[in-house]
Every structure is written in C-alpha cells, then in structure tokens.
C-alpha cells in the first residue's frame, strides 16, 4: 500500500502509487452513486469543515454530499457570509474553526498557497478544494477516474487542453496527474495564457508543447480538456469573447479532428457557445455529467482516506465493510 | 582614547593590507601604525580579525515615525550595529513620509537619542514620495539628508524623475530610484518564471526593471545628474548600468544579499522569501554575482525591510514585501562571494565601505583625521543566524537557522564601540 496521506494539497507531490490507490478507492464509491439509497455510516460522528472562502457551487456541494453520504456532518464557512469581510486573517479564520474541532477542513481560496498555508499551521488533515491559480486536486482525481472508465488506462495518452492554461488550476492538477502517467500535452489557447513556462512542468517521461492553431491541438487527441473562460481576472486585459470563440471554441467539426472516440472533459461550469458548441457539450464524446458523479465518488474515497477510521488495517476496505468495521469498533 | 591592537587594516580606499594598530582620540582616528604605544588608551584586542573603515549600508527602513511595531531607530540601529554597520541611510517611507525638513530634523533628533549607529536619512522625491510635485529637498539637505527617493515606488514619471535630477544636480545631491515599469507589475508578488508559473503565483518579468532602468540613465544623460540604482536585480540592468558606466556617466548601483544569494528557485509559498524586486532567476543571480566581482556594482546594501510577524503571517498574496538583512549581510557576502574564491577579501570591504560612500559623494578611509568608525570582523568565527536571536523587532528573514563561517565582532561608531561579540 502507498504511504498514507495526510493532507490533500495538490497533485505535484503525490507519487503514481498513491494516486492509482486513490483512484482504486473510489471504485466501490462509484457503486454507492447507483444504490437507492446512499448514505453510509462510515464517517458516522466524524465533522468535515467546508471553508469556502471564494464563491464556488458545484465543489462545495459535491464535498459536502460526498462527507453527507458518508454519515459525516459538515460545517459551512462560506465567504460571503463570514468574518472574513469584517476583516479576519485567514490564519485566525482557520484557528478558529479548528477550535469547534472538525475531523478536516476542506478550503477553497482565492490565493494560491492558501490550503499550504493552512495546512501547515493545523495538526487536521487539509484538502485543498482549488487553491488560486495554483492546484485543484480532486478535479484532476475525478477528471482521471472519468477518463480512465471510458479508457481503461491513463498511460501514454494524447491530451489537448484549451483554453486559458496560464490561470487555470485545473489545468495544472492535470498536467501533474496525467503527466505522471506518460501522457503527452498538447496545450492551445490565447497566447498570453499559453506561456513557454507551462512546458518546465512536465515530469520526465511526459511532453508538454504548445500550438497556435486549435486544429493542430486536436489532431490525434484522446482527450480534450475544454477550460472555463474567467472573465473575472483581475490584471488582465479581457479578450472579446468573440475573437475566443472564433479561435478556440471547441466545435462539431473541430472536434472531429481529434481520434473518433476522443473524450470530451469540462470542469464546469461552462457556457455553451463559448468555450464550448452545445452539440459538442451534449454529444456522446462528452463526459461532462459523469465527470460530476465521479467527483462525488473520489471526494468519498479522499475523505474516508483521510478521516476514516485509522485502526482499519487496510484503507482498501468496501463501504458495506468499511460500516460494519465502524459499527464494530462501536 | 581607544586602541585597536593587532589587527589587519584592510583598506580599499589606499590598497592598504597590513597588520597595524589603530588609535582613536574622540571621534576621530589619531594614527595608523605598527605597534602603536599608548598607555592611556583603552585596548581592543583585535588579533585573527580584520579591521575594515565602517560599513555603510545604502539602503534601510527603520520604519520609524509610523510603525514601530515593526522596527525603530533604536532596535533597527542595534541590529545594523551587530551587522558591522556604522552608517545606515534610512528611506523615507515612513508615516509621516520624510518629505520635509522637520520630519528628517525628528528623525535626526531621535537617531541622536537613542541609535547605535550614524542614521543617514533618505529624503522623498517628491511630496508624500505620491510622484506629483518636487519635495522640500532643498530645506532637507540642510537639515542633513544625504540623497533623494521615492522608494517602495519608482520615481513615477520621467518628467518628473528629470526634474528631480536638474534640482539634485545642483544640490549635489544623487536621486536613488527603485526601478520597476509600475504597469508590468501591478499585482506582481514575485518574479515571472517557471517557478511562479508551477506554483500559480503572478510574476513580473525581470524587463520590469530594465526598463525602468533604461529610462533612469537616458534621463541621468539628458540631465547630468547622478543616479543610483536601488536594489538591482537582474541580468538587462546591469547590463544597461555597465553601458552607462562605459559611456563615462554617474551612474551606480547596489545589490542586496538576498539577490545574490538566493533565487526564485528557493521560494514556495513561504513569505519571508517575499521581496520587491522579487528572487530573480539563477542566470539573473549569476549575472550579479560578476557583476558585483568586475566593479559594475558599486556597493552591497541591505535593503533591510523590517514587518512585524502578524503582516507576514497570511497568504503569500497578501503579504507585504521585504525582509530584514543588517545581521547576514556580511556574512552572506564571505560565503558568496569571498569563501568562493570569486572576489578578494578587499573587493568585498570596499563593497560595504568605499563603494557605499562614492555613491553618497564620500569617502571612507582609515587614516588620520578621518572619523573614528570602524568594522571589526572575523573570516573564520563559525555561527548559526537564529531569527528569534535578532535584536531587530522582526522576523521575517530567509536566513533563519542558516550556519555561517565569518561575521562582524565589534562595531565602532565615533570612537566608541557600540557592539562586540
């Protein structure tokens, strides 16, 4: 078995072993997404903190459903509401949530760094649920538990990603995890948001090259990684959206460049005729709706890895027996 | 009287290498010689060190009027005093700015008080150092600032910078500027690379500088006035300052331990690697490293930037720029450039003594007459920098627990010894 984690902070550090474990683990957790009923008593007592200290819908609700079925209770810190505008360091914001003693803190910020930050300041285990423009583990987790479904394996593939890559961190998490696994890249978009430095992060074993034309990224590709347009950035000189969508939106035809059953991952939300042509986003390449159930299914896995009962001799258990081991600890 | 015996008197100002005892009567030096016989003088046992003119560090913030939670006169001077440094030029960014002659003649009133060592202050460029109108230079050169800056920002515009340097041109005063193009970085909070690519962290390229320098000398040309640039960084303005040094213009420039010592390499997400200009890259830092060896680089100096622990304590977004650096710098400076066989032991002493000083438009020399200001420091005493150790009220250094061989043991100041091992 790899080393056990500790915290979830990013891809980068994260050895192949672990990540394959992880994606392992979240196997049975993607049964549980079909079963009538779906709530597990295996984090029955145990409190996950969701601080979200940027706006974000779909993440905070997917971790606080997958903590929900697996019997934990969550508590909510949510940015617009908090102590935060009145001013509260986020060290102290932090202190004081670790004060009503949760099991882990699941935190979103808007700096990148911040979940390290953190981290390193606590003794509970810290997931980073997207951290600036820096890392977003667990999309990159449930991106390669999609992709390796429909593949069967993550090594060696083609993968275009699209879009603006200089500040995006779901972008990094998958060059991190897909590069560590073979994976070539083929990256396209805006030039300004496609810097020659993206290509130092490949690991060795991986190629990273950059193209202008998005025929010549999709060519071959296996997978296509289509990115959200943020127009909220600050310090950059927004492109018109439509100079982006006559360049780089992923259409019908365009997409037909790519290998016939090349897949089609977005990491939401998205905005059909931007980024994204609706027949692409709704055809049968698009992975979009089941990229979402299976985040539900990698959080479990992450938060039972983290926060489940540790006297269990292998981390490697099935829910069904992971519960009757917590009930038998009872 | 004071009697420093058996030392090694190293001078850059006159080549002077050699094993000689120094008399000092009040605050002047008495005499250079061998074996000097003085039986009423107080004895400084100076044997196994060197004795050097006293250091002058260029550029400092004792952060004193407005925020002494992070620093003052008193804590920043003790800590520059264990650093071996006589003289510090204090810049004006304090709150009160330093923009006119009543807050240098307070800043002066208090340094007399209660300072270790000789303040020197820096005054703004222009009023609130806000880069609209010229400052009250002028009535601050009487009250005894030694050079003008706007530091913390770049001198905002050239027509300004040009006015400010005709004006200083005829107070003999030189204009020090903090160069960087303020658009490019704008949101910056390190330097543009593929670390701040790796860890998602917005980087000013290193043309930032350069091109701010660019303008400074072509301004220096037009004007005739002397420029100093602070904190130099990169591998484009040095360049562009050996260029200018070539064509035979008054243009120097420093570089601070932090800069050739480390790089943007070394920086993850840890604050007290955060400084403006940011860790360049490692070709930058070579860049330096000649640069400091061939003489383009006329001085090392501090850029001590004191934050009490709670500023820096956040997100590496949020937090403020600079680190403390009067305790390491010399000690950096041994074990970069001088344990590394780059630069004689001379080239460096005159990087913190003559160099400094011909910036200002002085001298520093050990000879009779001149002010009794010495640095005394070992090549060899081993120690560790503990940051908790530091008489500075602040923390944020880079150089924490990192061990040492060579560091300052006595500080004289006016005759006086204000600091010993």
Wanted: aromatic content about 4%; overall charge neutral.
């Amino acid at each position: 078995m790899p080393q056990r984690l500790h915290h979830m902070l990013g891809i980068e550090p994260l050895a192949v072993e672990q990540i394959t474990f992880l994606l392992d683990q979240s196997k049975p957790f993607q049964e549980i997404q079909r079963h009538p009923l779906k709530k597990l008593a295996t984090l029955r007592g145990k409190t996950v903190a969701l601080a979200f200290f940027e706006p974000s819908t779909r993440t905070r609700i997917s971790f606080g459903t997958a903590a929900a079925r697996l019997g934990s209770d969550t508590m909510n810190l949510q940015a617009e509401v908090s102590s935060l505008r009145k001013g509260e360091s986020l060290l102290d914001t932090a202190r004081t949530l670790d004060a009503m003693k949760p099991d882990c803190i699941v935190m979103r910020h808007s700096a990148s760094g911040a979940a390290e930050f953190v981290a390193r300041r606590l003794e509970i285990p810290v997931i980073n649920a997207g951290d600036g423009t820096h890392e977003h583990p667990t999309q990159a987790l449930l991106d390669a538990l999609t992709i390796r479904d429909r593949r069967g394996s993550l090594e060696g593939l083609n993968v275009a990603i699209l879009g603006d890559i200089l500040h995006s961190r779901v972008a990094r998490s998958n060059l991190h995890l897909l590069g560590k696994f073979g994976c070539r890249f083929t990256l396209c978009g805006p030039a300004m948001w496609v810097p020659r430095e993206l290509e130092s992060l490949a690991p060795p074993g991986c190629s990273i090259r950059r193209v202008a034309r998005i025929e010549q990224a999709l060519e071959g590709a296996d997978v296509i990684i289509v990115l959200r347009v943020q127009q909220e950035r600050q310090h950059e000189s927004a492109l018109a959206l439509a100079e982006y969508i006559l360049l780089y939106q992923l259409t019908p035809e365009r997409l037909r460049l790519a290998r016939p059953e090349a897949l089609v991952l977005h990491p939401g939300p998205m905005i059909r005729g931007l980024e994204i042509d609706p027949a692409v986003a709704d055809g049968p390449q698009s992975c979009v709706l089941e990229q979402v159930t299976n985040g539900l299914a990698v959080r479990m896995a992450l938060l039972f890895e983290l926060i489940g009962s540790a006297q269990t001799e292998s981390s490697a258990v099935a829910p069904a027996q992971a519960k009757d081991a917590a009930d038998a600890a009872r | 009287m004071l009697l420093v015996k058996n030392g090694r008197v190293l001078d850059p100002s006159r080549g002077t290498d050699a094993m000689l005892d120094v008399l000092l009567e009040g605050d002047r030096i008495a005499q250079v010689a061998p074996a000097i016989s003085a039986p009423s003088a107080e004895v400084f046992d100076a044997t196994g060190m060197v004795v050097a003119p006293g250091f002058i560090d260029l550029h400092c913030h004792l952060r004193e009027p407005g925020d002494e939670p992070s620093e003052t006169l008193e804590s920043g001077t003790r800590a520059a005093a264990r650093g071996g440094f006589t003289a510090v030029c204090a810049m004006p960014n304090t709150k009160p700015v330093n923009d006119n002659a009543s807050v240098t003649r307070a800043i002066l009133e208090r340094a007399q008080a209660a300072a270790s060592v000789r303040v020197w202050p820096i005054g703004a460029a222009s009023r609130g150092s806000k880069g609209e109108e010229l400052a009250e230079i002028a009535a601050m050169k009487q009250a005894g600032i030694v050079a003008v800056s706007d530091d913390g920002r770049p001198i905002a515009t050239a027509r300004l910078l040009r006015q400010v340097m005709d004006y200083c041109r005829s107070l003999d005063l030189p204009v020090i500027d903090h160069c960087e193009d303020a658009s490019l970085a704008a949101g910056a909070v390190m330097r543009e690379g593929n670390q701040s690519v790796r860890l998602g962290l917005r980087g000013m390229p290193a043309a930032t500088e350069s091109i701010a320098v660019a303008r400074d000398v072509q301004v220096a040309e037009l004007t005739g006035g002397r420029l100093h640039v602070a904190h130099l960084s990169t591998r484009g303005s040095l360049e562009l300052v050996r260029a200018a040094k070539q064509r035979g213009l008054p243009v120097t420039c420093e570089v601070t331990p932090h800069h050739f010592t480390l790089t943007d390499e070394d920086l993850a997400y840890d604050t007290r690697f955060k400084m403006n200009p940011p860790l360049a890259s490692r070709s930058d830092r070579d860049a330096l490293l000649a640069g400091l060896t061939d003489g383009t680089v006329d001085a090392i100096a501090t850029d001590h930037a004191p934050h009490e622990p709670a500023l820096k304590d956040v997100e590496f977004d949020r937090a403020p720029f600079g680190v403390t650096g009067f305790e390491t710098a010399l000690a950096l400076g041994l074990e970069q450039l001088v344990h590394t066989g780059r630069m004689t032991l001379m080239r460096l002493v005159e990087l913190f003594t003559a160099g400094p000083a011909r910036a200002l438009g002085m001298t520093r020399r050990i000879a009779t007459g001149e002010p009794a200001d010495l640095t005394l420091f070992s090549t060899e005493h081993a120690w560790t920098f503990r940051a908790v150790e530091s008489v500075s009220r602040s923390r944020n250094t880079p150089f924490d627990g990192r061990s040492f061989r060579g560091a300052p043991m006595a500080t004289i100041v006016a005759g006086r010894i204000v600091w010993c091992r």
